[in-house]
């Protein structure tokens, strides 16, 4: 009789990238729906109506040598490993995310900042360093947690902790800091609460959002010069049209982050087990001023035309409306009409950004 191998397999670690544009209701967040509502909104949600996840060649070449099996779901990603496997300490997957819809860039906050692609060459090393600004990198080793819902739950964000205000940085518009402001202008005179920051309610209530922090500082090679800030080394393994870049590394067990976690009691010949993590990335939707019109005037963008103008800036969700207009102004905007409006002496400086509602 032949022998027989039965290998469980289970979850290595699962990321989740949620988009409160597709989850929140109106002015309401989705951490503070109902948990029947929360349900049903997953249950919908699919984020391949904007983006899509990929692991680097590495990546996928270490899954296939530690027989591990990568699965997409409409959330994010499973990765399911045999039971018994050892996973090395210095394991390191690497996942590409990319944007698959444009109108992404219309309804999620912080995508107003360009990515571009330099090329620039190092004669010591006789090398072009090509570099792609502003690209996310979400990473369990930089994670950060929440307590959200009722009964309480620990939830772990591969985005760093929510940045302190700090008056030496010059914030760009959709800027996030402290718990928890929203610049609405490039470079705010002062410090939150006051203009050019939008307060926002509930802060307790909301998650840990994408914000500016989470885009890695470029460390180039002695002597080149004119790399940007802020980006990622583009590489064999890193496409030019990488958005953003996710990396999990192993850890240590003792890390909440690690993707093992110390037997209790230790076992000296196991001392480590799969923890089995569900990591999140949330996008934060767009808010924009929402300026009614009538129809039957100009479309010109004059006090006079304008019947009514939010006072401040409102969230755009596929579900729901957070106007605080009357019945007849409850129309919501568009999420792909955007207008952008800047500084007429310094135009690189964003002043507003406005939605404009015609009815």
Same mark, same amino acid.
């Given at each position: 009789?032949?022998?027989?191998?039965?290998?469980?397999?289970?979850?290595?670690?699962?990321?989740?990238?949620?988009?409160?544009?597709?989850?929140?209701?109106?002015?309401?967040?989705?951490?503070?729906?109902?948990?029947?509502?929360?349900?049903?909104?997953?249950?919908?949600?699919?984020?391949?109506?904007?983006?899509?996840?990929?692991?680097?060649?590495?990546?996928?070449?270490?899954?296939?040598?530690?027989?591990?099996?990568?699965?997409?779901?409409?959330?994010?990603?499973?990765?399911?490993?045999?039971?018994?496997?050892?996973?090395?300490?210095?394991?390191?997957?690497?996942?590409?995310?990319?944007?698959?819809?444009?109108?992404?860039?219309?309804?999620?906050?912080?995508?107003?900042?360009?990515?571009?692609?330099?090329?620039?060459?190092?004669?010591?090393?006789?090398?072009?360093?090509?570099?792609?600004?502003?690209?996310?990198?979400?990473?369990?080793?930089?994670?950060?947690?929440?307590?959200?819902?009722?009964?309480?739950?620990?939830?772990?964000?591969?985005?760093?902790? &929510?940045? !302190?205000?700090?008056? /030496? $940085?010059?914030?760009? #518009?959709?800027? *996030?800091?402290?718990?928890? =402001?929203?610049?609405?202008?490039?470079?705010?005179?002062?410090?939150?609460?006051?203009?050019?920051?939008?307060?926002?309610?509930?802060?307790?209530?909301?998650?840990?959002?994408?914000?500016?922090?989470?885009?890695?500082?470029?460390?180039?090679?002695?002597?080149?010069?004119?790399?940007?800030?802020?980006?990622?080394?583009?590489?064999?393994?890193?496409?030019?049209?990488?958005?953003?870049?996710?990396?999990?590394?192993?850890?240590?067990?003792?890390?909440?982050?690690?993707?093992?976690?110390?037997?209790?009691?230790?076992?000296?010949?196991?001392?480590?087990?799969?923890?089995?993590?569900?990591?999140?990335?949330?996008?934060?939707?767009?808010?924009?001023?929402?300026?009614?019109?009538?129809?039957?005037?100009?479309? &010109?963008? !004059?006090?006079?035309? /304008? $019947?009514?103008?939010? #006072?401040?800036? *409102?969230?755009?969700?596929? =579900?729901?409306?957070?106007?605080?207009?009357?019945?007849?102004?409850?129309?919501?905007?568009?999420?792909?009409?955007?207008?952008?409006?800047?500084?007429a002496n310094t135009p690189s400086n964003i002043t507003g950004l406005v939605s404009e509602i015609f009815q």
């Amino acid at each position: 009789m032949g022998e027989r191998i039965l290998l469980g397999y289970k979850r290595l670690f699962e990321v989740r990238i949620l988009h409160h544009y597709w989850l929140d209701e109106g002015g309401d967040v989705f951490d503070n729906l109902p948990q029947e509502k929360r349900h049903q909104r997953l249950l919908n949600y699919n984020i391949t109506n904007f983006l899509s996840l990929a692991p680097t060649a590495t990546t996928a070449q270490l899954l296939q040598d530690l027989h591990c099996v990568l699965k997409y779901t409409p959330l994010g990603l499973i990765i399911g490993a045999p039971g018994n496997v050892a996973v090395p300490s210095d394991a390191v997957f690497q996942f590409i995310v990319k944007v698959e819809h444009p109108d992404f860039f219309n309804y999620t906050a912080l995508t107003l900042r360009k990515q571009n692609i330099s090329e620039i060459f190092h004669a010591p090393d006789e090398k072009i360093y090509r570099y792609k600004e502003n690209v996310f990198v979400f990473s369990n080793e930089t994670g950060s947690t929440k307590i959200l819902y009722n009964p309480p739950e620990t939830l772990y964000f591969l985005s760093k902790s &929510t940045p !302190t205000y700090t008056g /030496a $940085v010059d914030y760009a #518009a959709e800027s *996030l800091v402290g718990s928890l =402001f929203q610049a609405t202008i490039d470079k705010p005179a002062a410090a939150p609460p006051s203009s050019g920051w939008l307060s926002i309610a509930n802060a307790a209530k909301h998650p840990i959002y994408v914000h500016q922090n989470d885009m890695d500082t470029i460390v180039p090679p002695p002597g080149l010069v004119g790399a940007p800030t802020k980006g990622i080394e583009l590489s064999v393994d890193i496409p030019d049209d990488i958005f953003a870049l996710v990396r999990i590394k192993t850890l240590s067990p003792t890390n909440d982050f690690s993707l093992l976690r110390l037997t209790n009691p230790v076992d000296p010949l196991h001392p480590a087990v799969l923890r089995e993590p569900v990591f999140q990335i949330r996008f934060k939707n767009r808010s924009t001023i929402w300026k009614y019109y009538d129809r039957r005037k100009d479309k &010109t963008d !004059t006090p006079d035309n /304008a $019947v009514f103008t939010e #006072a401040n800036p *409102l969230p755009l969700t596929f =579900f729901g409306n957070a106007s605080t207009a009357g019945p007849a102004q409850r129309t919501k905007p568009s999420a792909g009409s955007i207008k952008v409006k800047v500084d007429a002496n310094t135009p690189s400086n964003i002043t507003g950004l406005v939605s404009e509602i015609f009815q």
